[in-house]
């Protein structure tokens, strides 16, 4: 789409360089789609453009991963079979970054989407369908927020995205960065995720995860308007999980657009939520590691005439 009303495009990662009709400009993928005017009252003026920030995509310590917030999908993707991971040893030989691949492929989006789009342009356009929220918020990451007169400061990204749509940042703040700590990254994690149609956007993504000290923590994202963490230690038995279903996800909160019925959105989320709860309570290594992509690509299965994708057991 052109954006015929962009007066200026400016280079750089200067929060204080903004001011009102201006746009971050990561990849490009939903401003040139939505147009100038999909953004607010008034249509957009400048474009900053981040794409000479030159942020490392991926940073490993033994503490954990830090993403840029301009690490495409497509870098994201490449991580886990990354040199930079290997040459770190055992360190980093994080079970957790099984559901990298599952997360990504969650987009099903086209070439250009996918070698474009960035982490912190998902975060940022905030969609309860948004992959990479799924990724982040499941492995308990912090965003580093930038704001004018050099400030900073973090949030987890579970509570980053507030709505559909919707975020914690103020006019002119920059997602700089995503940190994802080793203690989630060590973590036995479970994938679940259910579309509509093959190669649809995902209606109900979950991701569990099991600490070394037998926390189970479980992450609802798509099915709801934003991510819903639910933290048990011990893992819970199935009523109890429901309970703390019921309780943490009211009928409102669950999402209501073409990708899916709220109502399904919730049975699902009930049915993919004990399944992770399942596959986490047996004893490590009895069953496939679903994470793995083992079941790709997806197949159908009898509930609702979805399909299910990476995790299935066995429609
Ligand atoms: C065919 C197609 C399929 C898609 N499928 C999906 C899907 O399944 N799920 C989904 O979630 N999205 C989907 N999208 C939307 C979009 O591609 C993704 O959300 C993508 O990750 C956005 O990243 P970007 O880098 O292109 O963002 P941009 O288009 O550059 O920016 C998006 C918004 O975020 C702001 N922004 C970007 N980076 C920052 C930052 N660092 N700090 C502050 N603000 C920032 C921008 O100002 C803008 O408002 C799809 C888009 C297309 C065209």
């Given at each position: 789409m052109d954006m015929n009303t962009i007066e200026a495009v400016l280079r750089t990662t200067d929060p204080a360089e903004w001011r009102d009709?201006?746009?971050w400009l990561a990849g490009g993928t939903v401003l040139f789609s939505y147009g100038s005017y999909a953004f607010g009252p008034e249509p957009l003026r400048r474009l900053l453009d981040l794409g000479s920030a030159g942020w490392p995509a991926v940073t490993v310590t033994g503490d954990g991963i830090e993403l840029a917030a301009t690490c495409t999908v497509a870098e994201l993707y490449a991580l886990p079979?990354?040199?930079?991971?290997?040459?770190?040893?055992?360190?980093?030989?994080?079970?957790?970054?099984d559901l990298v691949r599952p997360?990504?492929?969650?987009?099903?989006?086209?070439?250009?989407?996918?070698?474009?789009?960035?982490?912190?342009?998902?975060?940022?356009?905030?969609?309860?369908?948004?992959?990479m929220i799924s990724l982040c918020a499941?492995?308990?990451?912090?965003?580093?927020?930038?704001?004018?007169?050099?400030?900073?400061?973090?949030?987890?990204?579970?509570?980053?995205?507030?709505?559909?749509?919707?975020?914690?940042?103020?006019?002119?703040?920059?997602?700089?960065?995503?940190?994802?700590?080793?203690s989630a990254l060590s973590s036995r994690a479970a994938f679940r995720r259910l579309s509509l149609s093959n190669l649809g956007r995902s209606g109900v993504l979950l991701v569990g995860t099991l600490d070394g000290g037998g926390q189970l923590t479980l992450t609802v994202t798509a099915a709801t308007q934003r991510p819903v963490q639910l933290?048990?230690?011990?893992?819970?038995?199935?009523?109890?999980?429901r309970?703390?279903?019921?309780?943490?996800?009211?009928?409102?909160?669950?999402h209501d657009d073409i990708h899916?019925?709220?109502?399904?959105?919730?049975?699902?989320?009930?049915?993919?939520?004990?399944?992770?709860?399942?596959?986490?309570?047996?004893?490590?290594?009895?069953?496939?590691r679903a994470v793995s992509g083992d079941f790709w690509p997806p197949r159908p299965v009898s509930a609702g005439n979805a399909w299910m994708s990476s995790g299935q057991k066995g429609a």
């Open positions: 009709g201006d746009a079979e990354s040199p930079v991971l290997a040459n770190r040893g055992p360190a980093t030989d994080w079970p957790a970054l997360c990504c492929d969650s987009f099903v989006a086209s070439f250009k989407v996918w070698n474009m789009s960035t982490v912190g342009g998902n975060l940022c356009t905030s969609l309860p369908a948004g992959p499941g492995l308990d990451g912090t965003v580093t927020i930038l704001g004018p007169g050099c400030s900073s400061r973090e949030l987890p990204v579970a509570d980053f995205v507030t709505g559909d749509g919707q975020n914690a940042l103020a006019p002119g703040e920059l997602l700089r960065s995503i940190r994802l700590p080793a933290r048990f230690l011990p893992a819970p038995d199935a009523s109890e999980l309970e703390a279903l019921d309780e943490a996800i009211p009928e409102d909160l669950y899916g019925l709220p109502a399904w959105r919730r049975d699902m989320t009930y049915r993919l939520a004990e399944e992770i709860r399942d596959e986490l309570a047996a004893p490590e290594g009895t069953l496939p």
